[in-house]
């Protein structure tokens, strides 16, 4: 694995910024700005996106990063904050956490820390904008960051996880994976896959320290890898990746803590096989979930009842390539986005937003490795 400073960082990146207009959504006719992170050395990759027709023109590398995994916005859409699964970063084992910001469609580097741990796979920005936490794969570790006006701290606080699993292969030790934040901005959620936890911590908003408040533990083996917190404001679904089943969960604001509440089979009946559970998509109305299962390369899609979060199944769809990394809703909803990363393309199929059903075909398009779609 090649080394990269932080000089070299910002001089790359910077070489890579390409003079291309951002066109917010105004109506149906104008095009939007897409960035997508690529696990190839391209790094961010932009495309421009016409929500009348469903189709993505490519515009170029505007970041050359290393091992690229995430990509997530600030609220107010000025800066864009990154996950590299680096095994080095100048000098250190560890990945990288970054942030850009965006402007006329360029992305212009403001701040690179190691991340205290190898392997970053995921960041989340609270609420307020400030804190920043980051998820460590491979280094089996969480930390946390403070922000201001984009430009990310040193490592505030970080934690390094022992617990592993049943399963000899995937969960040989802790692979932390995905982080939220409750909704109120109280309380830190970190999905381990490895050990078959959620860590719960409070949050502390000005320091960006967290501090311990407990944990949900899945059934054995089962590899927790993301959760989301439904608009209700108390449902959350945890998909567990390495049994391809969704734990709905009931989330309750006094001390954070998680009660699961239904368990969800994302398989076929009668399914034996590789397969990998990966993401979710929930509609701005709470109606309609989206599931996405690698392997078996299918999205998922479930009626939501907006008070209780409950799940009814509608059916299983194509998405379009091999290896549904990441899938996301455009902004009118009217389409949905799905990042094959083993096949290399970004498919989208149209969405009916009154029956949430997607098209059976979609359109495809080439990006190299793409891990992560970010509208802005």
Known sequence: MKK?????????????????????????????????????????????????????????????????????????????????????????????????????????????????????????????GKVLVAANYAGGSAASFQVDAGRLSPVVWSEHYTQHGPNAERQQSSHPHFCSFSPDNRFVYINDLGGDLIHIYRLNAATAELTAAGSFASRPGAGP???????????????????????????????????????????????????????????????????????????????????TGKLTAMGRSNCGGKTPRNFVLDPTERWMLVANQDSNQLSVFARNRETGVLASEGKSYAAAGPMRILFR
């Open 4 to 128: 990269q400073s932080r000089r070299d960082f910002l001089k790359t990146a910077s070489a890579a910024t390409l003079a291309i207009a951002s066109m917010p959504v105004v109506g149906a006719t104008s095009r939007q700005r897409v960035f997508v992170a690529s696990g190839t050395p391209e790094g961010i990759l932009a495309f421009d996106w016409n929500p009348a027709s469903g189709e993505l023109t490519a515009a170029g590398t505007v970041a050359k990063m290393e091992k690229l995994a995430w990509l997530t916005y600030s609220e107010d859409r000025e800066y864009i904050f990154t996950a590299s699964e680096m095994e080095f970063f100048d000098g250190q084992p560890t990945g990288e956490v970054a942030s850009f910001r965006v402007e006329n469609g360029e992305l212009h580097p403001v701040s690179v820390r190691h991340s205290s741990g190898p392997g970053t796979c995921h960041v989340a920005l609270d609420q307020s």
């Open 225 to 307: 890898r993301t959760m989301h917190f439904h608009p209700n404001g108390h449902t959350a679904y945890c998909i567990n990746e390495l049994v391809s089943t969704v734990y709905v969960l009931e989330w309750h604001k006094a001390d954070g803590s998680l009660t699961q509440t239904d368990s969800i089979d994302l398989l076929p009946e009668g399914y034996h096989g590789p397969t990998r559970a990966c993401d979710t998509v929930i509609s701005r109305d709470g109606r309609f979930v989206y599931f996405a299962n690698r392997d078996n390369n299918f999205i998922y899609a479930f009626k939501a009842d907006a008070k």
